[in-house]
């Protein structure tokens, strides 16, 4: 199953995450480190890939390494529980929306990175 999502550049909806953020009084580096701890991705290729044409599709097969960890993101997003999104790719997408949402709602960090979980 193809969707449109997949096809929109990370570029394109990097800045919206960082808006959110920042309304809220987050920070960019806050979003970075997020993206960070999700896909081993660097702060420096995220600058790179919001330079670059790169889809949401491509942002995450190329991932160097998705957080093995990331299983512990649950809840709500969009109307759907994340932790039953069967589409593999669907559901890192939404794993990232749900962690820019925690951080727009005020979380913090170790809480959002499931820091205190992981013992």
């Not at 929109?8 to 920042?22: E, G, N, R």
């Not at 987050?26 to 660097?42: F, G, K, M, P, S």
Request: net charge positive; with cysteine; charged share 30%.
């Amino acid at each position: 199953m193809t969707t449109r999502i997949y096809k929109i550049t990370f570029a394109s909806v990097y800045p919206l995450y960082v808006q959110k953020a920042q309304k809220k009084g987050r920070t960019q580096a806050e979003v970075d480190e997020i993206i960070c701890w999700l896909t081993n991705y660097t702060p420096e290729d995220i600058k790179k890939l919001v330079e670059s044409a790169v889809t949401f599709d491509d942002f995450f097969k190329q991932a160097p390494l998705m957080n093995p960890n990331r299983h512990l993101i649950t809840g709500v997003i969009c109307g759907v529980r994340v932790e039953t999104i069967e589409e593999p790719l669907m559901r890192e997408l939404r794993y990232l929306d749900k962690l820019i949402d925690e951080l727009a709602k005020g979380k913090t960090m170790d809480k959002i990175l499931r820091k205190a979980q992981i013992a």
